[in-house]
């Protein structure tokens, strides 16, 4: 049964900093890239970092601007977001997930999601 | 960056409907396109992956079709758990896009 579980959601104020962590199980964590996918209240889901299983190629949504760090630590199963300069825009539900295709199927997986807010 | 489309944005069908979402990519994305579902206060859930092919455990009145830039989401007759919003997502190169979501009530 794999699980990939975020903390680090709260409250932080406009122009902080806040990390979110994503902890997987059930799966080798080391041979699956990880990305990050926010959706503000009420809106669609926006994809936000992508991360390679070794940790050496990421890429973020044109909306960061160098505001946030993905990164990963293989031998703790868990992978990063690390948010600055952070905006009310930036508030919203972030999830963790991750896929990997094997032959002609898709290994498709989520967490549940980690509530982020800005606000004053 | 690829940019992609969702038309309708919304649709209001009754339950034995036949449904169909559009979406677009421009540029194109060959086959690589993912089609979720996500039910309010839920977790998107994957339906198609590869543009047509149904994820294990997905009912078969889900399908899709399209490649390159045109892509088609089709319910084939509609049930009341199905009410939801669905996304495209482009997976052929990052950023990996979604649309903008269709609303189905």
């Known amino acids: 049964q794999v699980q990939l579980v975020e903390s680090g959601g709260g409250v932080v104020q406009p122009g902080g900093s806040l990390r979110l962590s994503c902890v997987a199980s059930?799966?080798?964590?080391?041979?699956?890239?990880f990305h990050w996918v926010r959706q503000a209240p009420g809106k669609g889901l926006e994809w936000v970092a992508i991360?390679?299983?070794?940790?050496?190629?990421?890429f973020y949504g044109d909306f960061v601007k160098g505001r946030f760090i993905i990164s990963r630590d293989n031998s703790k199963n868990t992978m990063y977001l690390q948010m600055s300069d952070v905006t009310s825009e930036d508030t919203g539900v972030y999830y963790c997930?991750?896929?990997?295709?094997?032959?002609?199927?898709?290994?498709?997986?989520w967490g549940q999601g980690a509530l982020v807010t800005v606000s004053s | 960056d690829i940019q992609m489309t969702q038309s309708p944005s919304s649709l209001s069908a009754s339950v034995g409907d036949r449904v169909t979402i559009t979406c677009r990519a421009s540029?194109?994305?060959?086959?690589?396109l993912a089609w979720f579902q996500q039910r309010p206060g839920e977790v998107p859930k994957l339906l198609i992956f590869?543009?047509?092919t149904l994820q294990s455990g997905v009912p078969s009145r889900f399908s899709g079709s399209g490649s390159g830039t045109n892509f088609t989401l089709t319910i084939s007759s509609l049930q009341p758990e199905d009410i939801a919003t669905y996304y495209c997502?482009?997976?052929?190169?990052?950023?990996?896009?979604f649309g903008p979501g269709t609303r189905v009530d």
């Open positions: 997930t991750s896929y990997k295709h094997i032959r002609s199927r898709r290994l498709d997986y």
């Open positions: 059930g799966l080798t964590f080391s041979d699956f890239a």
């Open positions: 991360i390679s299983p070794d940790g050496s190629n990421l």
């Open positions: 540029p194109g994305i060959a086959y690589f």
């Open positions: 590869a543009a047509s």
């Open positions: 997502q482009n997976y052929n190169s990052p950023p990996f896009t």
